[in-house]
């Protein structure tokens, strides 16, 4: 079973600009939740979609969002680039029912913002 | 608000002892806990994942406990290997939803 793909891999962006990353899930996961990780504030939740409903969101400010296709496959838009947001950006998938909310990550998306 | 801590933050053994990684938390009513790997400059590789009714579980060299009272988890790892190090992450899901609270991380090195 393939893993968790993210798209790009690699960006690098100019303040004010913005971006989208990419995130197909495992197949058969219907959640994907995206993290921010870097190195002062450590892996922080940003929110968590499911059957394209945003059902739990991070304390990140609005120039964040996301959305869910209707394949589980999920997009995060970032607006307005700040250099602070440079980071590894990881999504990971579950199957978003039952009792077990096991995460699996994908390879993460490296955002640079110059 | 939850905060999961791991210390120590960077550890380096001989090839072949056993180790202890440790997590604490302070909010004991955790639905789950689960540990991660990372590798530099990649995603996270889950490890184990122990429920709040379990007290350890097992895979391989990796047995990893879980004290729900006292707040904290540990990783054992036997018969480290090279291909061990590693930063090694701990995860609390308080809610039983998909949302986690991780721990600053355990970076290990294992010396041939």
Same mark, same amino acid.
């Not at chain 2, 590789?45 to 990796?62: A, H, K, Y």
């Given at each position: 079973?393939?893993?968790?793909?993210?798209?790009?891999?690699?960006?690098?962006?100019?303040?004010?600009?913005?971006?989208?990353?990419? $995130?197909?899930?495992?197949?058969?996961?219907? +959640?994907?939740?995206?993290?921010?990780? *870097?190195?002062?504030?450590?892996?922080?939740?940003?929110?968590?979609?499911?059957?394209? *409903?945003?059902?739990?969101?991070?304390?990140?400010?609005?120039?964040?969002?996301?959305?869910?296709?209707?394949?589980?496959?999920?997009?995060?838009?970032?607006?307005?680039?700040?250099?602070?947001?440079?980071?590894?950006?990881? $999504?990971? +998938?579950?199957?978003?029912?039952?009792?077990?909310?096991?995460?699996?990550?994908?390879?993460?998306?490296?955002?640079?913002?110059? | 608000?939850?905060?999961? #801590?791991?210390?120590?933050?960077?550890?380096?053994?001989?090839? @072949?002892?056993?180790?202890?990684?440790?997590?604490?938390?302070?909010?004991?009513?955790?639905?789950?806990?689960?540990?991660?790997?990372?590798?530099?400059?990649?995603?996270?590789?889950?490890?184990?994942?122990?429920?709040?009714?379990?007290?350890?579980? #097992?895979?391989?060299?990796?047995?990893?406990?879980?004290?729900?009272?006292?707040?904290?988890? #540990?990783?054992?790892?036997?018969?480290?290997?090279?291909?061990?190090?590693? #930063?090694?992450?701990?995860?609390?899901?308080?809610?039983?939803?998909?949302?986690?609270?991780?721990?600053? @991380?355990?970076?290990?090195?294992?010396?041939?």
């Amino acid at each position: 079973k393939a893993g968790v793909t993210q798209t790009p891999r690699y960006l690098i962006k100019t303040r004010g600009q913005q971006v989208t990353l990419s $995130c197909s899930p495992i197949s058969g996961h219907r +959640s994907v939740s995206w993290y921010q990780q *870097t190195p002062g504030q450590g892996l922080q939740f940003l929110f968590e979609y499911f059957s394209e *409903t945003q059902r739990n969101k991070g304390n990140f400010p609005g120039r964040f969002s996301g959305r869910q296709f209707s394949n589980s496959r999920s997009e995060m838009n970032v607006s307005t680039l700040e250099l602070g947001d440079s980071a590894l950006y990881l $999504c990971a +998938s579950s199957r978003g029912t039952g009792d077990l909310y096991e995460q699996y990550f994908g390879p993460g998306t490296r955002l640079t913002v110059t | 608000k939850q905060e999961v #801590t791991q210390i120590p933050a960077a550890l380096s053994v001989p090839e @072949g002892e056993n180790l202890v990684l440790n997590c604490s938390f302070t909010d004991s009513a955790i639905y789950n806990l689960q540990w991660f790997r990372q590798d530099p400059g990649k995603g996270l590789t889950s490890l184990l994942l122990i429920q709040s009714s379990q007290r350890e579980q #097992t895979s391989g060299r990796l047995n990893a406990s879980l004290d729900k009272s006292s707040g904290r988890s #540990t990783l054992y790892i036997a018969a480290s290997q090279p291909g061990d190090s590693a #930063t090694y992450l701990c995860a609390v899901n308080n809610f039983g939803n998909e949302k986690l609270t991780f721990g600053t @991380g355990t970076r290990l090195t294992i010396i041939p």
